[in-house]
T-cell receptor, first 108, second 119 residues
Framework: SQQGEEDPQALSIQEGENATMNCSYKTSINNLQWYRQNSGRGLVHLIL?????REKHSGRLRVTLDTSKKSSSLLITASRAADTASYFC????????FGQGTELSVKP | GAVVSQHPSRVICKSGTSVKIECRSL??????MFWYRQFPKQSLMLMATSNEGSKATYEQGVEKDKFLINHASLTLSTLTVTSAHPEDSSFYIC???????????????FGPGTRLTVL
């Protein structure tokens, strides 16, 4: 399957803690993207990391990509209750294919 | 930034009727548009890829006669759910891409989604 596999499926943490989500895949990619989706809402694009990049930062987000292991991770530092959402990795080859998602709950 | 709109945002229809969903790129021309479907608590599943002026390419398991896609212009793609049934109730999301060249840098821009409820 081209779909990315994410773990954990669900993550519950306290405000202020860091949250790490992982995405593994099997195909070759041009880039890998991370999205956030609040319940019942549209997607918010968080970050794009190219296949020739290893790490990328955006505010409290840090994304890593290891193409040899075909895996990526999204780290959210100093989490806030407003970070509560589902997070998806998406693999860009010829098409953009989404992972199964991680449901993050940040408790105040 | 690039904006994609969808209309309607929410639709409720009776079983057996057809529903049309529009996807528009507001400030750029999209050579390719994509349609995704998302069931509750699940991920987005790609349904089809449409290129302007040509027939859509459907993913395995997606019925092309049930989900009609038209991409008649560089700013508009439509998805028509024909003879809708309750199992078609879902969140339908479109996205648009500027160019197929240089996919390393190529982003897709997503619409806000259309929630379809079939009674």
């Amino acid at each position: 399957s081209q779909q990315g596999e994410e773990d954990p499926q669900a993550l519950s943490i306290q405000e202020g803690e860091n949250a790490t989500m992982n995405c593994s895949y099997k195909t070759s990619i041009n880039n890998l993207q991370w999205y956030r989706q609040n319940s019942g809402r549209g997607l918010v694009h968080l970050i794009l990391i190219r296949s020739n990049e290893r790490e990328k930062h955006s505010g409290r987000l840090r994304v890593t990509l290891d193409t040899s292991k075909k895996s990526s991770s999204l780290l959210i530092t100093a989490s806030r209750a407003a970070d509560t959402a589902s997070y998806f990795c998406a693999l860009q080859g010829g098409k953009l294919i989404f992972g199964q998602g991680t449901e993050l709950s940040v408790k105040p | 930034g690039a904006v994609v709109s969808q209309h309607p945002s929410r639709v409720i229809c009776k079983s057996g009727t057809s529903v049309k969903i529009e996807c528009r790129s507001l400030d750029f021309q999209a050579t390719t548009m994509f349609w995704y479907r998302q069931f509750p608590k699940q991920s987005l599943m790609l349904m089809a890829t449409s290129n302007e002026g040509s027939k859509a390419t459907y993913e395995q398991g997606v019925e092309k006669d049930k989900f009609l896609i038209n991409h008649a212009s560089l700013t508009l793609s439509t998805l028509t759910v024909t003879s809708a049934h309750p199992e078609d109730s879902s969140f339908y999301i479109c996205s648009a891409r500027v160019s197929e060249k240089n996919l390393i840098y190529n982003e897709q821009f997503f619409g806000p989604g259309t929630r379809l409820t079939v009674l």
